[in-house]
C-alpha cells in the first residue's frame, strides 16, 4: 500500500488527489500545519502532496522540515501561484514537483506514478548497516539485534529508527541531545531535551541485550558503540 500524505484544507482539491491516484494508495489528509506535522511523527509516508498557503503556517516551511527529515521521500507541491521566484523557492525547499491550480486529475495522476516508480528503482539496492550485535535496514527501516544466537526482529516507531540511525551514522562519538533533536524533529519543533531521553529509552527497552550499544554520556547525550563484524 502506497502512503501519500495531502496538506491542504481545501475539500475540493483533496477530492481531486482522490480521484488521481492508483488502487492500491491511501491517501492521508491532514488540513493545517499541525495536524501535518503531528501525522510526519506518527508515520512514514511515501509522497507528500503540500499546499503553500495553510491556514496556520507556510507550507514552503513544512517542505523544508519534510526534506530534512526524509530527503529521499518525494515532494509535490501545490499553489495558485505560477511564478518563476515562487517555484525557484519550492525547488531549493526540496520540492521535486511543483503543481499550479487549477489542476488536471489525470496529469497529477500520471506525475505522482512516475515519482513513485523512479524513486522505488532509486532504493531497489540494499542498503543494511551491520555489526555483530545489530543490523539495520535503511530502505525497509528493519531492524534486527542479536537474542540467544539468532536474528531476532524489533519493531521500533519512525522517531525511534530515526534516533538509531542518527547514532549509528556517527558510531563511537558523543552526540549531544540538541543535535539528535535537529536531526529528528527539525530546528522549527519545539520539542525539550526530556523528550529525547524518553525515546531513546523506550528505543533501549526493544533493543534487549543490544540496548548496551547505546551509552547514555551524563547531562551530555549518547554514544553508539557496536562491535565491528
Known amino acids: 500500500?502506497?502512503?501519500?500524505?495531502?496538506?491542504?484544507?481545501?475539500?475540493?482539491i483533496h477530492q481531486i488527489v482522490l480521484r488521481?491516484?492508483?488502487p492500491q494508495t491511501h491517501v492521508h489528509w491532514a488540513q493545517s500545519l499541525t495536524q501535518a506535522q503531528k501525522m510526519i511523527i506518527e508515520k512514514n509516508?511515501?509522497?507528500?502532496?503540500?499546499?503553500?498557503?495553510?491556514?496556520?503556517?507556510?507550507?514552503?516551511?513544512?517542505?523544508?522540515?519534510?526534506?530534512?527529515?526524509?530527503p529521499t521521500t518525494p515532494i509535490f507541491i501545490l499553489t495558485g501561484h505560477s511564478d518563476l521566484s515562487n517555484k525557484m523557492q519550492g525547488f531549493?525547499?526540496?520540492?521535486?514537483?511543483?503543481?499550479?491550480k487549477p489542476i488536471c486529475p489525470q496529469e497529477l495522476g500520471v506525475r505522482i506514478q512516475s515519482c513513485l516508480q523512479?524513486?522505488?528503482?532509486?532504493?531497489?539496492?540494499?542498503?543494511?548497516?551491520?555489526?555483530?550485535?545489530?543490523?539495520?535496514?535503511?530502505?525497509s527501516q528493519?531492524?534486527?539485534?542479536?537474542?540467544?544466537?539468532?536474528?531476532?526482529?524489533?519493531d521500533l516507531t519512525s522517531l525511534e529508527f530515526k534516533i538509531l540511525l542518527y547514532l549509528s551514522s556517527r558510531i563511537g562519538e558523543v552526540i549531544m541531545r540538541e543535535?539528535?533533536?535537529?536531526?529528528?524533529w527539525g530546528q522549527n519543533i519545539h520539542v525539550s531535551h526530556r523528550s529525547v531521553d524518553t525515546h531513546v529509552s523506550k528505543l533501549r527497552k526493544k533493543?534487549?541485550?543490544?540496548?548496551?550499544?547505546?551509552?547514555?554520556?551524563?547531562?551530555?547525550?549518547y554514544k553508539f558503540s557496536p562491535t565491528p563484524l
Open 1 to 12: 500500500m502506497t502512503e501519500i500524505l495531502l496538506v491542504e484544507d481545501c475539500i475540493e
Open 20 to 22: 488521481s491516484v492508483v
Open 45 to 70: 509516508f511515501d509522497l507528500f502532496i503540500i499546499d503553500l498557503g495553510l491556514p496556520d503556517g507556510s507550507g514552503m516551511d513544512l517542505c523544508r522540515h519534510v526534506h530534512e527529515r526524509t
Open 92 to 100: 531549493s525547499a526540496g520540492a521535486d514537483h511543483y503543481i499550479t
Open 118 to 139: 523512479k524513486n522505488k528503482a532509486r532504493t531497489t539496492l540494499s542498503d543494511t548497516l551491520e555489526w555483530r550485535e545489530i543490523q539495520i535496514n535503511k530502505l
Open 142 to 154: 528493519a531492524v534486527n539485534v542479536i537474542e540467544k544466537g539468532k536474528w531476532v526482529r524489533i
Open 179 to 184: 543535535d539528535i533533536l535537529k536531526f529528528v
Open 207 to 221: 533493543m534487549g541485550s543490544a540496548s548496551l550499544l547505546i551509552e547514555s554520556i551524563h547531562r551530555m547525550g
